[in-house]
C-alpha cells in the first residue's frame, strides 16, 4: 500500500520569508513523487516530481522540493514567499514497481501574508 | 488545447437519483482517474483506468461506478445518490509511465440532498 502525510494542516508566513511544506510517504519500493498547487475553485496545478538522480528538484514559480530517502519526506520549499503562494498544496506518491494509483494527502492550507 | 474537461461543473441532485460525470481528455493520454476532494481529506481515489475498455477500482469505489469505452472518455456513475457523496469530483489523466504527471480537470461540485 501506498501513502501520503502532510502533517501541517496549515502554514502561515509573511511576504519575503522562507516557505516549507512538509511531505513524509509510504512505498513498498521506490518513489515517484509530485507536488500540486490548487487556487480557489480550480483544479490541481502540478508544480514539481521527483523521478530519480539529483534529491533537489526545481519546478514552476520558484518552488522546489527536496528528496529524502532515508526519512521518506519530499518537503516543498520556496525560499521568498509571496501573498500570490497562497493556495492549498497537494502532495502525491506513486510505487515506482506498483500499479498506475497516484495517492495523495490531505493538503496544506498555505497563506502569506503582507 | 484544452487539457481535460468536466462536464457538468455544478449539480444538485435528490436522494436517489442518478447521474452520470463526464471526462474528456483531448491530449491522448492512456491513464485517466476519478477523485474526490472532502474537506480534511484531500483527494482520494474512487476508480481509474489504465487504457481504453479497463477500469479498476480506488480507496473509496463503492456507491460508484464507471466506464471507458473510448480512449479520450471516462464516465463515473451514480446509481442512487446519497447525501454522502456531496463532494467535488476531479477528474485526471496522464500520459504512460508511473513517472508522469496528472493533469486535472476543473472540477464538478456534486450536492445531494
Known amino acids: 500500500a501506498q501513502s501520503v502525510a502532510q502533517p501541517e494542516d496549515q502554514v502561515n508566513v509573511a511576504e519575503g520569508n522562507p516557505l516549507t511544506v512538509k511531505c513524509t510517504y509510504s512505498?513498498?519500493?521506490?518513489?515517484?513523487l509530485f507536488w500540486y498547487v490548487q487556487y480557489p475553485n480550480r483544479g490541481l496545478q502540478f508544480l514539481l516530481k521527483y523521478i530519480t538522480g539529483d534529491n533537489l528538484v526545481k519546478g514552476s514559480y520558484g518552488f522546489e522540493a527536496e528528496f529524502n530517502k532515508s526519512q521518506t519526506s519530499f518537503h516543498l520549499k520556496k525560499p521568498s514567499a509571496l501573498v500570490s503562494d497562497s493556495a492549498l498544496y497537494f502532495c502525491?506518491?506513486?510505487?515506482?514497481?506498483?500499479?498506475?494509483?497516484?495517492?495523495f494527502g490531505a493538503g496544506t492550507t498555505v497563506t502569506v501574508r503582507a | 488545447n484544452a487539457g481535460v474537461t468536466q462536464t457538468p461543473k455544478f449539480r444538485v441532485l435528490k436522494t436517489g437519483q442518478s447521474m452520470t460525470l463526464l471526462c474528456a481528455q483531448d491530449m491522448n493520454h492512456e491513464y485517466m482517474y476519478w477523485y474526490r476532494q472532502d474537506p480534511g481529506m484531500g483527494l482520494r481515489l474512487i476508480h481509474y483506468?489504465?487504457?481504453?475498455?479497463?477500469?479498476a477500482k480506488g480507496e473509496v469505489p463503492d456507491g460508484y461506478n464507471v466506464s471507458r469505452l473510448k480512449k479520450q472518455n471516462f464516465l463515473l456513475g451514480l446509481e442512487s445518490a446519497a447525501p454522502s457523496q456531496t463532494s467535488v469530483y476531479f477528474c485526471?489523466?496522464?500520459?504512460?509511465?508511473?513517472?508522469?504527471?496528472?493533469?486535472f480537470g476543473q472540477g464538478t461540485r456534486l450536492t445531494v440532498v
Open positions: 485526471a489523466s496522464s500520459s504512460g509511465g508511473t513517472n508522469t504527471e496528472a493533469f
Open positions: 483506468s489504465v487504457g481504453e475498455g479497463t477500469t
Open positions: 512505498v513498498s519500493g521506490n518513489p515517484y
Open positions: 502525491a506518491v506513486r510505487d515506482k514497481g506498483g500499479d498506475y494509483k497516484l495517492s
